[in-house]
């Protein structure tokens, strides 16, 4: 005897099953299931008897598609059908059962030098603003008020920053919170039970999280640059059913293998989870990435589907797998999500819009100066979502006889017969006469220097803060109250990739000289 099901064509995103009801699985098809066989008279009055039955009591909606399935080959047979879409239930996201967990343990070793002092949250982009920033403002903007940041290395910047934009005179968050929980051990702990991974983070401040009014968790990361809806995550997850889903874009080109991989079924479903992946590995992670409604055209140059390291879990999901299931697995994106994928229901959220990974110098200095393009892809403005930082009640930044060309010129700064082309010069940063900066990232100060400071320095032969006359820099990144004197060059005419220097005050990484923070850099020094 075989296995038939009445079933409703609907859209793949109300795929989750109600109860009496059965899910068919590939093509979102949904209804009650009954038996017979393929010449069973009964079966085909049954079918006219439950549809009759069906439309008279207002069961079946008009705008179904109803279809005979077969367990023998898997086709259908249409038996009725009208244009109109069928209405069906939708339960609403509320963002007062979500909470988001900002990961900012990490130790940053791939943004050195900018994090020998700096947590990477605390990072400095875009001339005024953090990358903490990022996901405090999507949280924000997405009506997200519970936040939790956990934090573990050199996180006095960032827990002065979250302090001065977050609490008191910042954003007002209501009935919400944001709390700032750092890395501890209690007595009994061995002596190295910190943070071992992003997981590991997240499990141990779990006990904080368990007993809150939350049905969803948001995972982010503190090293990336997007504007994104998390609500509409949060609903597509709800739409879904999902226990986790993982928000991910296509990629392709030479970065592949720095990025979690993963390929999915025509319903969007994970199958298969791969992070970093090299060699063989790599390429068996190619999929056609028109599943995802990219065109022919861009899915030749982007054949991966990379994940962004923005999940939402099932509260009570993510607290069964951190706690019971790989209580000792660390890190999400090559323990957790890898293992999750085989008995979990795991969903793909296509984002559409701008994201770049920030986490290594280069992609760093690229996505900043990127922001100086004539019509960038990513821009900090936008008055229905706006970027959050912290208030510095500074002056307008003061030009004379300056050329500026393409460039981000923050607040508070004096720039005095200089040029800056395709730049970012940071808050408070000092620029005088006869400077040429190009290609450049400056940071800017975190204080004033006043005149008669600048001039006593410079009388006894010292360099204060900003840069000299006359010097001319290219290509460089410069960090926080660094110190450049006159005549300096700073280009690496000889195209070193990889250099440490830190007595002479920089490094080169990817071929960028990095003026490190508080570094002074001698008149006439040439880099």
């Known amino acids: 005897m075989d296995s038939w099901c009445v079933s409703m064509k609907s859209s793949p995103q109300f795929s989750r099953a109600r109860s009496g009801f059965v899910n068919n699985g ?20 049954l079918l006219s008897k439950r549809a009759k039955i069906g439309r008279r009591v207002g069961m079946i909606k008009p705008g179904a598609a109803f279809s005979v399935l077969t367990s023998e080959n898997g086709k259908e047979t249409l038996i009725a059908k009208d244009l109109q879409v069928p209405q069906i239930e939708r339960k609403s996201a509320s963002s007062n059962n979500v909470a988001a967990i900002i990961l900012g343990g990490g130790a940053g070793t791939k943004l050195f030098p900018l994090t020998r002092r700096s947590a990477i949250p605390a990072v400095p982009i875009g001339g005024c603003y953090r990358l903490i920033d990022i996901p405090m403002s999507n949280c924000i903007n997405s009506r997200i008020n519970k936040i939790l940041v956990l934090t573990q290395f050199n996180s006095a910047s960032l827990n002065r920053h979250l302090a001065r934009t977050y609490f008191g005179n910042g954003v007002n968050f209501g009935d919400g919170f944001v709390e700032v929980l750092a890395a501890t051990q209690t007595p009994g702990e061995a002596g190295m039970n910190w943070f071992q991974g992003t997981a ?55 970065r592949v293998s720095e990025y979690g991989l993963m390929k999915i079924n025509n319903r969007g479903q994970v199958i298969e989870f791969a992070e970093k992946p090299s060699g063989a590995r790599l390429k068996s992670m190619q999929v056609d990435t028109t599943l995802l409604g990219v ?89 229905e979502t706006p970027f959050f930082t912290s208030p510095r009640f500074l002056p307008p ?100 990739q990889e250099a440490d220097r830190p007595e002479d005050g920089f490094y080169i990484r990817s071929g960028i000289p990095i003026i490190m923070e508080k570094a002074t850099i001698s008149d006439g020094t040439v880099i």
Not at 411 to 422: D, N, R, T, Y
Not at 432 to 451: C, I, P, R
Request: charged share 25%.
């Open 26 to 45: 590939d093509d979102g098809f949904w209804g009650r299931r009954i038996t017979g066989g393929v010449n069973n008279t009964d079966l085909s009055d």
């Open 200 to 254: 590991d983070a997240v499990r141990q401040f779990m006990w904080d999280a368990k007993n809150k009014d939350i049905e969803n968790i948001l995972i982010l990361s503190g090293d990336q640059l997007y504007r994104m809806d998390y609500m509409d995550l949060v609903q597509n997850h709800m739409d879904r059913n999902a226990d986790i889903t993982i928000s991910c874009v296509p990629v392709g080109g030479s």
């Open 295 to 383: 065109s022919p055209e861009d899915a030749t140059k982007s054949q991966y589907i990379a994940s962004m390291g923005v999940y939402v879990f099932k509260k009570d999901v993510l607290l069964n797998l951190l706690q019971c299931r790989y209580p000792k697995s660390n890190d999400f994106g090559s323990e957790i999500i890898p293992s999750a994928v085989m008995d979990h229901n795991v969903q793909a959220y296509l984002f559409r819009d701008y994201w770049e990974d920030i986490g290594t110098i280069k992609s760093f200095y690229d996505a900043n100066l990127a922001l100086t393009d004539e019509v960038p892809k990513f821009e900090f403005y936008n008055p």
């Open 397 to 496: 930044t003061k030009f004379e006889k300056s050329l500026i060309k393409d460039a981000i010129i923050s607040h508070g700064c004096f720039l005095q017969e200089c040029s800056v082309i395709h730049s970012i010069v940071g808050e408070r940063s000092r620029l005088d006469s006869g400077v040429e900066l190009k290609d450049t990232l400056m940071m800017g100060a975190d204080y004033y220097q006043t005149e008669s400071e600048i001039a006593s320095l410079l009388a006894e032969g010292k360099v204060p803060i900003g840069i000299g006359q006359n010097s001319k820099i290219s290509k460089c990144i410069i960090d926080k109250n660094a110190k450049i004197g006159k005549d300096v060059i700073i280009m690496n005419k000889n195209g070193v």
